[in-house]
């Protein structure tokens, strides 16, 4: 028997790490050939990781939820010897350490800072044996003399002052952050204040209920880390324009009655998209990233746009590419099969990047008015509401029409409020008159 390890994949595109969102397999399972090993997620997407040979798995490289490096180990799994790859060299043929070559810096960074005050920087004169064995003396020490429940907070130069002048710190009361103790509570101990506050006391982590605590990790961690930048970063300005679909809604229904056998279905997201080709033809800086680092906008001469879809693992935003080479019906295929993929999650890296501006719609779900983050780094999206029938008064009565709103937002570093309603416009008399968007 011998020991293959599998270490964490390079993905491409620079990624120097991944976060381990699942293990698909524990210690001790038998695995296969190509069998799912891990689930880890890029900032671009997750992937799964497969075993390169069959055997026992020995042992687990990491925790859900933690980043880990690129060629950092993942899983062992023992192999009978001969078949199959063998174990990698670099990591079985392992030396046992020399007394000379014991960090004993590296250690000391492992420890808590009681422990590691205990430990010299630099010992010559000792072994590598006589080093631990004077470390776990050392800890024994401070495991008995503390008490882990009630543990006092102090700065190293409190705790050598305290130590100097023999003064138990457990019997000082300590009126800094979170109760720890300073040197103002030391002094006042020495002159034997008496006029003692009550020492803060931290909160209860359950008053009323059970609280439940979920990390946040894989595709709902980059979700806040995005908007979190966004957010952080973006001033937002955000416009709201009520759009008449009505005549949209019904060339919508035609087209879709007459091409049922042929085409796929049209829903009123293919025509947003041409309509936002049109407006971005016009004003191009709207299609664009902005590099608030360097001070530079990019302009895009394509027009890719982003579709935020809803999945059971949170949001993700997949890529319809150049969307002016496309039809409204392969504008519609594309977002029925990048939507698939999304829900699935098999959306791979190629569909997630490149998006010059975003298009965020929850359908019936839109509610009336909604304020879409914009897509760091991009400048602009537009949020997509319910349409509902209301009553619009065209000069001599009131009618019933189909109307929705467009909640649209935009860098207000770079694109001012007069520029962002033009591009709203834009959009308005292009859905108004939809007939112009079919090629």
């Known amino acids: 028997m011998s020991l293959h390890t599998i270490k964490l994949p390079d993905v491409g595109e620079g990624i120097a790490e991944a976060e381990l969102v699942e293990w698909s397999v524990a210690v001790g399972d038998e695995v296969s050939e190509d069998d799912v090993l891990a689930i880890v997620m890029t900032d671009k997407a997750a992937i799964e990781v497969s075993s390169s040979v069959s055997g026992k798995v020995m042992s687990l490289g990491g925790e859900v939820g933690e980043v880990m490096a690129i060629g950092s180990l993942l899983v062992e799994i023992e192999i009978v010897a001969g078949e199959g790859v063998g174990p990698d060299d670099d990591d079985l043929q392992k030396e046992e350490l020399k007394p000379d070559a014991v960090d004993v810096n590296f250690s000391k960074e492992k420890l808590t800072e009681e422990e590691a005050a205990v430990i010299p920087t630099v010992v010559k004169e000792e072994s590598a044996q006589e080093l631990l064995e004077r470390y776990d003396e050392n800890v024994k020490t401070l495991n008995v003399t503390s008490t882990p429940h009630d543990k006092v907070l102090a700065s190293p130069a409190v705790r050598a002052r305290a130590k100097r002048l023999d003064i138990d710190l457990g019997g000082v009361p300590g009126f800094g952050p979170l109760g720890r103790i300073r040197h103002e509570d030391l002094d006042d101990y020495l002159l034997g204040n008496k006029d003692f506050k009550i020492k803060p006391q931290m909160p209860s982590r ?48 035609a087209l879709n009655e007459k091409y049922s056998s042929v085409r796929p279905k049209l829903t009123v997201l293919p025509f947003l998209m041409k309509a936002m080709v049109e407006a971005l033809h016009e004003q191009p800086q709207f299609n664009a990233h902005y590099d608030d680092e360097h001070g530079v906008i990019r302009q895009n001469s394509l027009v890719s746009i982003g579709i935020a879809a809803q999945t059971d693992n949170g949001l993700t935003v997949p890529v319809v590419s150049d969307v002016a080479s496309r039809s409204l019906w392969n504008c519609a295929e594309e977002i029925v099969r990048l939507s698939t993929l999304a829900r699935d999650g098999k959306i791979g890296v190629q569909d997630l990047g490149g998006g010059t501006i975003t298009l965020s719609s929850l359908g019936s779900l839109g509610g009336i008015v909604s304020t879409p983050i914009i897509n760091h780094p991009e400048v602009a999206i537009v949020g997509v509401n319910k349409i509902a029938m209301r009553p619009i008064w065209d000069g001599e009565v009131f009618k019933p029409r189909k109307v929705m709103n467009l909640s649209s937002g935009f860098d207000h570093r770079i694109i001012d409020g007069f520029d962002a309603a033009v591009f709203v416009q834009k959009l308005k008399t292009c859905l108004e008159a939809p007939y112009s968007l079919v090629d």
């Not at 946040?216 to 937002?236: C, N, T, Y």
């Open 206 to 253: 359950q008053s009323e209920g059970d609280v439940t605590e979920v990390k946040v990790i894989g595709m709902r961690r980059k979700i806040a880390e995005q908007m979190a930048l966004s957010k952080s970063r973006i001033p937002h300005i955000t416009l709201v324009e009520e759009i008449d679909v009505t005549a949209l809604e019904e060339f919508r229904a």
